[in-house]
């Protein structure tokens, strides 16, 4: 592994810490992932595209999860992954380096609770591409489509196990066929606002392996009010922000 990748060490709380680097780091869109989700404390988790960790470390931070497994196609991601595990204490993390279409064999198929993905968001060929690889593979689907990451998690999920995802607004009906094309019906959606008046620039959507047709559509979330956090995203980024 080439050492001279940017590392550098952030808090996610008290006496907690996250390694990312110059490709591998985190925003506002994986941190409300994790809070949405909803994950218990005997849920056998598995991250998809984990990146630095932050999903994983955050549940694992909060004692949410049983287990997570965090995959990610890049070795650099999984060597950042590596070292949050050690330096935290985080036995029961498991990093995965490994494309998901190549995944049989290296997590355990049909068996998982909860699964979450903070995917790229762009369709291969859709807008301009990145010229750093690292990038390019973040946010445009080149290693893998939104219909392999549904596909693979469909089969990582035992019946009744909860995807979770997070996604663009105006992919969201492509999102929804597809769930349901692999037997995962959608059950939750939440808008996501910068601030009141102003359109969604993400959604959040939680489906069931197997479950019954019934969605619920929450409250929009609303990251701004007045110039400052709205009330609801310094509860959701408190124990992040105790550790700044």
């Given at each position: 592994m080439d050492k001279d990748i940017g590392l550098s060490k952030q808090p996610i709380?008290?006496?907690?810490?996250?390694?990312?680097?110059?490709?591998?780091?985190?925003?506002?869109?994986?941190?409300?992932?994790a809070d949405f989700s909803g994950a218990k404390k005997n849920d056998k988790a598995v991250d998809l595209g984990t990146g630095c960790?932050?999903?994983?470390?955050?549940?694992?931070?909060?004692?949410l999860c049983e287990t997570v497994y965090g995959v990610d196609i890049s070795e650099e991601a999984v060597f950042l992954a590596e070292n949050t595990k050690e330096l935290n204490g985080f036995e029961n993390f498991y990093p995965v380096c490994s494309n998901l279409l190549e995944l049989k064999g290296k997590v355990p198929f049909g068996c998982h609770t909860l699964v979450t993905c903070n995917p790229p968001y762009k369709a291969n060929g859709a807008g301009l591409q990145n010229p750093d690889s690292f990038h390019r593979t973040a946010r445009h689907e080149t290693m893998c489509t939104l219909e392999d990451i549904i596909k693979v998690s469909a089969k990582l999920l035992q019946t009744g196990g909860r995807l979770c995802m997070c996604h663009r607004p105006e992919r969201l009906a492509e999102l929804f066929d597809l769930m349901r094309n692999n037997k995962v019906e959608p059950k939750r959606l939440r808008l996501v606002s910068q601030r009141m008046g102003e359109k969604p620039w993400l959604?959040?959507?939680?489906?069931?392996?197997c479950g019954n047709t019934g969605l619920t559509i929450e409250p929009p979330l609303y990251i701004e009010k007045n110039g400052d956090f709205s009330a609801e995203m310094k509860k959701i980024y408190g124990p992040y922000k105790e550790g700044h």
């Open positions: 709380g008290l006496d907690k810490y996250i390694f990312t680097s110059s490709h591998h780091t985190f925003g506002t869109d994986a941190v409300l992932l960790g932050i999903i994983s470390f955050l549940l694992l931070r909060d004692e959604v959040l959507v939680e489906g069931r392996r």
